[in-house]
């Protein structure tokens, strides 16, 4: 049976990648290493809804938490914002392409390939260029196909479903039309300064 390690980004976006491998005769272990999703308290929710994933399907999952390291993320991005999908993409592939490699499995891939708001063609060709680099064979599939049926799928299982890709930024952008709204309540007059001993909570 040949095993792939696949990069997963979430509980959803999971459930159709893995069962169109595990159609196909593939051994599916997944592998959780997002430090692009902020804050960690919704890194630790997306995580939490792979597991429900895992135990429905049977596969495992390496979970990277120890490598969960924001800051490090946030300063590989630093003047690169504009292009940061690809830099965020190539970090997590990279990664993926490499434990695939000391692991010995047959390939690798990941389920950003599912995802219809990921820049698609981009994520092919960092996986094409990985294996090309000598890490390991890159499995290309069109995970798309399985939109409707994810969806549906974990609609049912009631997985948690993020409403933001994961970073900071993506964060900003699904809010970034609040700010054209007034504060609901005005307030005037000095700001009160903390003393010590005050409670600043
Ligand atoms: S929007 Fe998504 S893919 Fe792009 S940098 Fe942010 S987390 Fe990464």
């Given at each position: 049976m040949p095993r792939i390690l696949l990069h997963m980004c979430c509980g959803p976006c999971a459930i159709a990648p893995v069962r169109a491998l595990q159609a196909r005769g593939f051994e599916v272990t997944g592998l959780y290493y997002?430090?692009?999703?902020?804050?960690l308290m919704e890194y630790k929710r997306r995580r939490d809804a792979l597991a429900e994933v895992s135990a429905r399907l049977g596969f495992k999952v390496i979970y990277k938490d120890d490598e969960y390291d924001p800051q490090a993320w946030f300063r590989s991005m630093s003047f690169r914002e504009d292009n940061r999908c690809f830099h965020c993409y190539a970090m997590r592939l990279e990664r993926t392409a490499g434990m695939a490699r000391r692991g010995k499995f047959d390939c690798f891939s990941s389920?950003?390939?599912?995802?219809?708001?990921?820049?698609h063609e981009m994520i092919a060709g960092l996986g094409r260029d990985l294996a090309a680099a000598g890490s390991c064979e890159f499995l290309y599939q069109d995970?798309?196909?399985g939109w409707k049926e994810g969806i549906a799928t974990s609609k049912d299982w009631g997985i948690y479903r993020q409403?933001?890709?994961?970073?900071l930024y993506s964060e900003n952008e699904r809010y970034a039309?609040?700010?054209?709204?007034?504060?609901?309540t005005a307030t005037t007059g000095a700001l009160t300064i903390p003393q010590d001993g005050d409670d600043h909570a």
């Open positions: 997002n430090p692009n999703i902020h804050p389920t950003l390939l599912y995802s219809k708001f990921q820049k995970f798309r196909e409403q933001y890709c994961g970073c039309r609040e700010l054209d709204e007034p504060p609901a």
